[in-house]
């Protein structure tokens, strides 16, 4: 089975912290992505990822930045986190040979104070 | 680019009764569809999809979905829920072109009553 994990399930930090979250896979898939989940909303992509040290941007990328630097490994950065940016978030991956299906990880509920 | 209307934002059901999750996508192009479930405190998991073929598709737990292209719907149903049902379900689209594109509705909440 794949499996998706993320560095920490909660995390509260203050505003204006440098903010890690780490996501890591396990089944060689070469797409990644992040997403911030908030009630009302669904899910929407910050970015994602196609291949190691390549991103792009999804429909939300202001306030972050992401880093890839092994396949398995895509790292969402808060430069200078700020209380809007409290939300659920998930990471996923995916792969050509089952069709891009995206397979999640827990999620992280960050907290911004 | 495609998108996803759910219609429902929170559905409320007794126990062994029916349910229907309504989705609408639009697309230009060809799609894959997808009914993705979160449980409490957890990451969203595939519950069922549609690539080809048969129009109808169903999950290992009892849900059923419908690709209707006249309609652009995929709809999931289930003839009698149970308490353990209750989760929030995500319909999401992709282009089958473009598999990286892939785009959420805001979800449904379903809960499932005794």
């Known amino acids: 089975d794949v499996k998706v994990t993320q560095s920490s399930r909660y995390l509260v930090k203050r505003t204006g912290e440098k903010v890690f979250l780490e996501c890591v896979q396990d089944?060689?898939?070469?797409?990644m992505f992040w997403y911030r989940q908030d009630p009302g909303l669904g899910l929407r992509l910050i970015y994602f990822?196609?291949?190691?040290?390549?991103?792009e941007k999804g429909d939300i990328p202001e306030g972050y930045s992401v880093s890839r630097e092994k396949k398995e490994r895509f790292s969402l950065i808060l430069e200078s986190a700020s209380t809007n940016q409290t939300s659920m978030y998930l990471c996923?991956?995916?792969?050509?040979?089952?069709?891009?299906?995206?397979?999640f990880g827990p999620g992280t509920r960050l907290t911004v104070t | 680019a495609q998108s996803v209307t759910q219609l429902d934002s929170q559905v409320p059901v007794f126990e062994e009764a029916p349910v229907e999750l309504r989705c609408n996508y639009s697309?230009?192009?060809?799609?894959?569809l997808f009914w993705y479930v979160q449980y409490p405190n957890q990451g969203l998991q595939l519950l069922l999809k549609?690539?080809?073929?048969?129009?109808l598709v169903e999950s290992i737990n009892g849900f059923e979905a419908e690709f209707n292209k006249s309609q652009t719907s995929f709809h999931l149903r289930k003839p009698s829920v149970h308490i353990s049902d209750t989760a929030e379900y995500f319909c999401?689209?992709?282009?089958?072109?473009?598999?990286?594109?892939?785009?959420f509705g805001a979800g449904t909440r379903l809960t499932v009553k005794p």
């Open positions: 996923a991956s995916s792969a050509w040979d089952t069709h891009y299906e995206q397979y």
């Open positions: 089944m060689d898939h070469e797409n």
């Open positions: 990822s196609y291949d190691v040290k390549m991103k």
């Open positions: 697309s230009s192009v060809s799609v894959y």
């Open positions: 549609y690539l080809s073929g048969s129009t």
């Open positions: 999401a689209v992709s282009d089958s072109g473009n598999n990286n594109d892939m785009r």
